[in-house]
């Protein structure tokens, strides 16, 4: 992605979200404004924080109306008095606050850093963050925070941004278990959805999407190897981009694959995702000056006319998804784009396949991490310190996973090298021979199922095939909101050409403002029976 391409895409995004502010009825914002109402507010903010976006948030403090410390307050306040209903975030850094008076000194001095200065963002807790422990949800990592930051979070740094806090994730980035419960780790315990408490909310990157999801914070870093940010996007009702493979450094950041692994940007609207991708890939964000220049409400991403996007169903994932998408379909349609059914070529290989290498592959990435870190110094050692640490086998004991990467082959074996080889040509070649053959913009797909019930003794119900052309091929995906099986979320997965990123969220842009399905979660504690859920 080019800084020009960058520098275009921020500009139009930046008009349309300052015209026309992010998708969503205002009616949503009617009602009692307690903490968990539709409006999410907080005491003095006069915000809503469910649908504000952050050239908004920018603009009031130019004004002078809002400060980043009001903010980050708001959002802490949030933390304290919602989180306890989800269990999304696993700690607060306690220097937000003061991060925010810094961030208030600069603009006072005329020396703001850009679209991220005194945002809060809260950071999934297998990325390392100077001073706060850092643990992928294992007490095997508990013991003493990194040294360093990660790249990305020096990025959000150096761009002024206010770390706020660790989100809970899927212990090990769901690389542990046959059968694990997505949500769940030894360190945080169980996530829940914010929408029906009772119901998964994806994983990995489960707390990220549910405190998105919860206004605890106004964008959040989640990670994916196959579906991590784009499932929990899509569960949880917001916004999730897996960026193409390298665009955002991994250093820092607990690994799974090296041929797969990405940290990516969540948010509850597109433009925030996109202002968070620059930030954290290196590129070039445009001044603020400069962007809110830009004149006319038609600048707005791209639009739909003429777009041309191939749909692939998936009708595995039940007949509820699947009258969605023709709705979605229909909706698009109606905006001007050509929609054409899709079924993406070899995928039956591609899932024979990929499990087997990324075993390889984690055993040689998670050895070379586990020798920097205090802890169990190789996979044979974590396996140990499991068996023998009950906090780890309190939701489920199982790590067939670990078990399995130990005993599988190195990646020096030729019959790996072949495997991965294939594997990279074939998902490629899937989205690379759709889009040219039927001359398509992108490809769309369900995001995920309605979210299934938690539950440690069963585990997860999520062989959600949409997501892995793109994770095994180093190209980007988007999930935006889609609409809703009863109450509960369902995204709309984007795909693209490698380091079509930029493009792709323009698409993603104009397909949110088109179908505008985000609403803010209502806590519910449980609800009936959602077909094969």
């Not at 996109?274 to 930030?279: F, G, I, K, R, S």
């Not at 000056?289 to 692939?312: C, I, N, Y």
């Not at 021979?433 to 001359?439: K, N, Q, S």
């Amino acid at each position: 992605m080019t800084k020009k391409r960058v520098a275009a895409l921020l500009a139009a995004l930046l008009a349309g979200s300052v015209l026309t502010g992010a998708p969503g009825s205002p009616a949503q914002a009617a009602g009692v404004e307690d903490a968990t109402s539709a409006a999410a507010s907080a005491p003095g903010l006069g915000i809503d924080l469910d649908t504000v976006t952050i050239p908004q948030l920018q603009a009031r403090m130019a004004h002078g109306s809002l400060t980043s410390a009001a903010l980050t307050g708001a959002y802490l306040w949030r933390i304290r008095t919602v989180d306890p209903r989800i269990n999304a975030v696993l700690r607060v850094d306690p220097t937000a606050r003061r991060q925010a008076a810094a961030s208030d000194a600069r603009r006072r001095r005329g020396a703001g850093r850009g679209p991220l200065d005194g945002i809060p963002v809260l950071i999934k807790d297998n990325v390392h963050t100077r001073g706060l422990l850092s643990t992928a949800g294992s007490s095997a990592l508990a013991g003493s925070p990194p040294d360093t930051d990660a790249v990305l979070v020096t990025r959000l740094r150096d761009a002024g941004a206010v770390i706020l806090g660790k989100t809970n994730l899927s212990e090990w980035a769901n690389f542990r278990a046959a059968k694990p419960t997505s949500g769940w780790s030894a360190v945080g315990g169980q996530t829940r959805n914010p929408y029906v408490l009772d119901r998964n909310p994806c994983g990995s990157s489960a707390g990220s999407g549910a405190a998105l999801a919860a206004s605890l914070a106004q964008v959040a870093i989640g990670t994916e190897t196959d579906g991590s940010i784009v499932c929990p996007a899509g569960a949880n009702g917001v916004v999730g981009h897996k960026p193409s493979l390298g665009l955002v450094s991994a250093a820092g950041v607990v690994p799974i694959s090296a041929e797969q692994d990405t940290a990516g940007p969540m948010a509850r609207n597109v433009t925030d995702a996109a202002l968070t991708l620059a930030v954290i890939g290196g590129g070039n964000v445009p001044r603020l000056a400069d962007s809110f220049s830009v004149e006319a409400a038609s600048t707005r991403p791209g639009g739909l006319h003429g777009k041309r996007v191939g749909l692939w169903r998936l009708p595995t994932l039940g007949p509820d998804v699947d009258a969605l998408m023709t709705r979605t379909a229909d909706r698009l349609r109606s905006a001007g784009a050509e929609v054409v059914e899709v079924t993406l070529p070899y995928q039956d290989r591609l899932a024979e396949l990929e499990f087997p290498a990324l075993l390889s592959e984690f055993h040689r990435d998670i050895d070379a991490y586990l020798a920097t870190r205090q802890g169990p110094g190789n996979l044979a050692e974590l396996i140990e310190f499991n068996r023998t640490h009950p906090a780890e086998q309190s939701c489920f004991a199982g790590q067939e996973l670990f078990e399995q990467a130990l005993a599988a082959p190195p990646t020096t074996d030729p019959k790996y090298r072949a495997m991965r080889a294939e594997l990279t040509d074939l998902s490629r070649r899937s989205i690379d021979e759709t889009l040219a053959g039927l001359r398509l913009d992108a490809i769309a797909s369900p995001t995920n199922p309605p979210a299934w019930t938690t539950d440690c003794a069963r585990g997860d119900n999520d062989v959600i095939p949409s997501s892995t052309p793109a994770a095994v091929a180093g190209y980007p995906s988007l999930s935006v909101p889609a609409g809703f099986v009863g109450e509960l979320p369902v995204g709309l997965l984007l795909m693209a050409g490698d380091r079509r990123d930029a493009e792709l969220l323009s698409l993603g842009a104009a397909v949110e403002h088109r179908l505008a399905a985000r609403r803010a979660p209502r806590y519910l504690p449980t609800v009936g029976p959602v077909a094969g859920r």
